[in-house]
């Protein structure tokens, strides 16, 4: 990528073609002391009033600067690096960690070790980018006293409450009302398909774990709806195209929302996987449609649920996992709760929250 100039007006060459930069997309972006505040970034000025008939006077490229004289009477030095990561469309930090595909033969993924002032650290820039390449992360030793979870979750970024309230204890009970609450096999599933909007992370940390059953198990839903597409192509476009209903009740509240169990993104990439068949209902379609729709579900939930793309593991006390709720599917094996405890607190942030975080601790180390 390249700024060029000619004749006062501006281009950028990438290489395989060269493209006249609108003087005033420049002039949006002009970032003296007058047009944008120091400490915020933000712009002291309001390009959406202003007549967008700019014309550039005079430009001229000086030690990596771009000096542009407006017909407004505006001059300013712009940084052509800064100029040239706005060329891309997309976001340039998160969508630059690749996703790493993974099923049972996962080895070898790092786990973090909790320390004092972590949040600030590299390591947790390193535990960020690990957290969006296998879209989960295990933290060892986290404290356990007075709700840590819901510190831990605030020092990232911020705890999304729910009406489960800021964060919720797992743990066998009587009258429950989820099965998370009972000593039961949870196959995988996502966490809340039926709120709007689904919440992104969900935190997991074990505060006590004296049974010898209740593994944690874990699917990567990117991996898996990948193969399928690969595998059968017709399963998947239908699972990606029919939105189902999934729903919440209990005395107080009623959640309800419609979506995909593969939901992709405005360019049919993989964006988000919900699944938890105990609460999705299909709208009434024609017999064939719904033939091949459950024909297609139960392949996706056959491959889910084999081991093939599990993997499996105890936590111990003091293990935190972070889980992306739109990627990975979770679950547990039973156990038996006369063997001991079993106490884990969970609590969900969003995706501004480890994205805020990962760009500002980029900022920091110069990454
Ligand atoms: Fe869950």
Redesign the pocket.
């Known amino acids: 990528m390249k700024i060029e100039l000619n004749q006062n007006k501006i281009f950028f060459n990438n290489g395989k073609s060269i493209e006249e930069i609108h003087p005033f997309w420049l002039r949006e972006r002009v970032d003296g002391e007058e047009f944008l505040d120091k400490g915020t970034q933000q712009r002291l000025f309001d390009p959406s009033t202003m007549d967008a008939k700019i014309i550039i006077k005079k430009a001229e490229i000086k030690n990596g600067f771009l000096e542009v004289n407006f017909n407004d009477g505006v001059n300013s030095k712009l940084d052509i690096n800064k100029l040239e990561t706005e060329f891309s469309n997309k976001d340039t930090v998160i969508k630059s960690i690749p996703k790493k595909k993974w099923d049972s033969a996962l080895k070898d993924v790092k786990n973090f070790e909790y320390k004092e002032d972590f949040y600030e650290s590299k390591e947790m820039y390193d535990l960020l980018v690990s957290f969006y390449e296998y879209g989960f992360v295990i933290i060892k030793n986290v404290p356990t006293e007075n709700n840590y979870i819901v510190k831990f979750a605030n020092s990232i970024g911020s705890v999304r409450r729910t009406n489960f309230g800021e964060h919720f204890n797992v743990r066998s009970k009587s009258n429950p009302n989820d099965l998370?609450y009972t000593t039961l096999q949870?196959s995988p599933?996502?966490?809340n398909p039926y709120r709007n909007p689904v919440p992104c992370i969900?935190l997991l940390h074990c505060v006590e774990n004296e049974v010898s059953g209740g593994y944690s198990t874990l699917v990567d839903g990117y991996t898996v709806t990948e193969k399928l597409k690969k595998e059968d192509p017709g399963a998947y476009k239908i699972l990606t195209e029919v939105k189902v209903r999934f729903k919440f009740t209990d005395k107080k509240v009623i959640l309800e929302d419609w979506s995909e169990l593969i939901h992709l993104d405005d360019e049919k990439n993989f964006k988000q996987v919900r699944f938890s068949p105990r609460l999705d209902y299909v709208p009434m379609l024609e017999k064939d449609k719904l033939d091949k729709y459950y024909k297609s579900r139960k392949k996706l939930s056959d491959m889910y649920n084999s081991e093939k793309n599990r993997i499996e593991f105890k936590l111990e006390s003091k293990d935190l996992i972070m889980m992306d709720n739109h990627r990975v599917l979770?679950?547990r094996t039973k156990y038996d709760p006369k063997e001991g405890n079993r106490f884990l607190q969970?609590c969900y942030i969003d995706f501004d929250s480890t994205e805020g975080r990962l760009r500002h601790l980029k900022r920091k180390f110069k990454i």
């Open positions: 998370a949870l599933h996502t966490d969900q979770h679950g969970g």
